[in-house]
């Protein structure tokens, strides 16, 4: 029975990840960068863009129209400073359910048309302040794509169930299933792994500890042709796509550590709501872990930083792992 319920709430999340999609891609088609990116607020865990309020009116609407009554929810997301559950006016703590969501993630890029954004969400059961991104049990990840792009994915999965991978083509509206599939590679050379340094913030310590990485697994300036291709997809669910896909071997996230030792406070980390897919990166038979080892686990808020690391495979992870975990030791101690 609970596999059961768990589907149903995966199919709703797939729904939700439409309807957001849906909105941007046409809330979109009259507003330029200038205006997609105007400054509309500020929250605890992040800059709220003009392009933000799209999703958030989107997923309000759908929430009110599509949410059974019979699956009381909390749900936590940017945004949303007070409480928020449905059906409207049940208190959190009469809820069975809590749904954390990422209207967007990817709005820097999505915003100026660069790069495709994703709309991310999960599910657990609810027990208050106590419900952890581990407690997770259904998760979906939707594409929204750049204008000139056709093709939308979306990525979803219960925890007893399997990956469900699709594609829909936004001229027609037809779906495809498809079968992603992530390397298979048993070393990291000619291939795409990076550590997240998006921002000027903590970037040079965390080239210093990716640099003695790659020295250590590799070798630097043993060949005259760069082996190791970084690609910073300005997103955490693009960053799951593209190790989900194939396209990248490594991805790992050290901010809230190395702002840390650096003594230096931002809230532009990776928290509960961008890595809420993990499970969809589980069930591709991706490695998902905290970098210092165990799962990385956090309470399903929109302040918590989270620090981790995925590898395509389990013999990337055995290779980098011990090497990673040295290194991050004497850095970061």
């Known amino acids: 029975m609970s596999e059961m319920i768990h589907e149903t709430l995966r199919s709703l999340l797939c729904s939700l990840g439409d309807a957001i999609r849906d909105a941007v891609v046409s809330g979109r088609t009259h507003l330029d960068a200038v205006r997609l990116s105007a400054v509309a607020g500020q929250t605890g865990g992040d800059t709220i863009y003009a392009v933000d309020k799209i999703s958030e009116e989107a997923i309000l609407e759908w929430f009110r129209a599509h949410w059974p009554l019979e699956f009381p929810v909390q749900i936590v997301m940017e945004g949303i400073e007070d409480e928020l559950c449905f059906p409207e006016g049940t208190a959190a703590s009469a809820t069975d359910w809590k749904c954390i ?122 060949s005259l042709s760069p082996q190791i291709f970084d690609d910073q997809y300005l997103s955490t669910g693009g960053q799951f796509h593209e190790l989900i896909t194939g396209r990248d071997r490594m991805i790992g996230d050290l901010r809230p550590l190395i702002l840390r030792v650096l003594d230096m406070e931002s809230q532009l980390v990776c928290h509960p709501y961008d890595a809420c897919a993990w499970l969809v990166l589980r069930k591709a038979g991706v490695v998902f872990e905290h970098p210092l080892g165990g799962f990385p686990d956090a309470p399903l808020d929109t302040k918590t930083g989270i620090a981790w690391i995925a590898y395509a495979n389990e013999r990337l992870a055995s290779r980098a792992r011990p090497v990673l975990m040295r290194i991050l030791e004497q850095f970061l101690t």
């Open 101 to 222: 969501i990422d209207p967007i993630d990817g709005t820097r890029g999505i915003m100026y048309d660069k790069r495709s954004a994703w709309a991310l969400a999960g599910i657990a059961p609810q027990t208050g302040e106590g419900t952890l991104l581990s407690h997770i049990i259904a998760a979906a990840m939707t594409e929204i794509p750049v204008t000139k792009q056709w093709r939308a994915d979306q990525f979803s999965a219960t925890l007893g169930g399997d990956l469900i991978a699709t594609a829909r083509d936004l001229r027609g509206g037809g779906v495809e299933i498809i079968q992603p599939v992530p390397s298979r590679a048993a070393d990291f050379s000619h291939g795409f792994s990076s550590l997240v340094k998006f921002f000027p913030e903590g970037r040079t310590l965390t080239s210093q500890i990716e640099e003695r990485l790659w020295d250590e697994l590799i070798g630097l300036n043993r």
